[in-house]
């Protein structure tokens, strides 16, 4: 332990930085300054110079975190004068939060940075978490957003961090050692080996630390000692989540196809509630869609009683462009709607953390708009443009206006239903805003 202590209490002196939750963008400030986890915090937005300046509404988009981010809550803020203000309060498992602010539409992440509101402890220092988890945002989930990754952010905060928790560095070792590799590849590559060595004689035969220092050999290139530890771990867990991980990897990655159906068909009996089958026994109608044989990926289809409506989209949309049985591709369109409106998108799974509620129903939302705009689009092939005119309304509405195909079916009905003022402003709406296709230019 104390060379660990020692090694990065080296690397922080060396660098010698501290961040704080010090106030220093004008358009945005919170009280109080030193907020604890479980308090209400209030704060001012002003949107000036900003994508959201002229907005309407604006909401707070709150991002908690502890180790990796918990959970997202969204805030409508109120307007003002110029400014917005709002207030919110955070779990008390949590080491701060992250905001964004959004008019639903666009987003002010101040650049790729955020607005992030560390927490304190009743002793006056940072929480623990409250810079290491930040740093994961920075090069990790913060990715989830669309934004690029910070590194140099991410090593200061991680450096911050272990000045006041050193035993955390095990939890932000991978955080950390990705941003410093970034800034540089010689000492990271010290700094790896040193620390490798350092937990080799603190850690334990846990399934967890073994993990871990096999990821660490994984990182140094040191395959004897990799597989040593893989082989640890599978004869010590050998049904535990890094066993599923290790013989998953194996079926999945191997080239050989009598040998990769051997293997998966092991994994199966092994792990039969995992997650992980439905890569290793994928349904076959993607490869029978891209192979032209539409009516086999069909009969397939109703075979999986757990087939989505996505891959109803895929085969009725692919029978669409390429006019065939377009009869028959209407009736798999029309099941695919069906089951979008009563199917679970995330087949099971947790929420996931990077989006509130209303976010999430919007996602939703749009990907849902797909096999409405597919069936739509069929209708109007086959001439039935009354009926047609009701979905392309629907996937309009879902996909607001993005999509610049959409944009044209609706447009298209609009027009073959005689309603030539509304199709006409539409027309000059999308042109205008760039939402349009080189078709619509000659309606």
């Not at 002196?13 to 919170?30: E, I, P």
């Not at 502890?66 to 498992?93: Q, R």
């Not at 991680?158 to 560095?169: D, K, R």
């Not at 040193?194 to 846990?206: C, R």
Request: glycine share 6%.
């Amino acid at each position: 332990m104390k060379k660990i202590l020692s090694s990065v209490a080296i690397l922080i002196l060396f660098f010698s930085v501290t961040l704080s939750n010090a106030q220093t963008n004008k358009n945005f400030s919170f009280r109080p300054e030193k907020p604890k986890a479980g308090e209400t915090i209030s704060i001012t937005y002003n949107p000036a110079g900003s994508k959201l300046e002229k907005a309407e509404n604006v909401s707070m988009i709150v991002h908690a975190y502890g180790k990796t981010i918990y959970y997202t809550d969204e805030i409508e803020l109120k307007k003002n004068d110029n400014v917005w203000t709002g207030e919110f309060s955070a779990a008390d498992t949590c080491a701060g939060v992250v905001l964004r602010f959004t008019d639903g539409t666009e987003f002010d992440n101040n650049g790729s940075k955020c607005y992030p509101i560390r927490f304190y402890g009743q002793d006056g220092k940072l929480a623990k978490y409250a810079s290491g988890g930040l740093a994961g945002g920075y090069v990790g989930w913060f990715g989830a957003f669309g934004l690029d990754p910070e590194a140099e952010i991410a090593f200061k905060l991680c450096q911050e961090e272990l000045a006041l928790y050193p035993s955390v560095l095990k939890d932000i070792f991978s955080v950390y050692y990705y941003a410093y590799n970034v800034i540089d590849k010689v000492k990271a590559a010290e700094f790896l080996k040193t620390e490798t060595e350092n937990f080799e004689k603190t850690l334990t035969q846990s399934e967890e630390d073994l993990a871990f220092l096999m990821q660490r050999y994984n990182n140094l290139k040191n395959k004897e000692k990799a597989d040593k530890t893989k082989e640890l771990i599978l004869e010590k867990y050998p049904t535990g989540k890094q066993a599923e991980m290790i013989k998953f990897q194996e079926a999945y990655g191997m080239k050989d196809a009598a040998k990769k159906s051997e293997l998966a068909n092991k994994f199966k009996e092994q792990f039969p509630e995992s997650k992980y089958l439905a890569y290793l026994f994928p349904d076959p109608t993607t490869s029978l869609i891209q192979a032209g044989k539409y009516e086999e990926a069909f009969e397939a289809l109703k075979k999986n009683p757990k087939a989505p409506s996505n891959l109803y989209n895929s085969l009725a949309w692919a029978m669409y462009e390429k006019d065939v049985n377009l009869i028959l591709a209407k009736e798999i369109a029309a099941k695919g709607v069906e089951l979008s409106k009563t199917e679970d998108p995330l087949q099971g799974s947790p929420k996931p953390p990077y989006y509130s509620k209303k976010q999430l129903q919007k996602l939703l939302n749009n990907s849902r708009y797909a096999i409405i705009d597919t069936y739509g689009a069929i209708l109007l092939k086959l001439g039935e443009n009354a009926e047609a005119l009701k979905y392309m309304i629907q996937a309009y509405e879902m996909n607001g206006g993005k999509s610049a195909d959409v944009n044209e079916r609706y447009t298209q009905a609009l027009l073959l239903n005689g309603k030539i003022d509304e199709a006409k402003e539409n027309l000059e709406k999308y042109i205008s805003s760039g939402k349009s296709t080189a078709g619509m230019k000659e309606m």
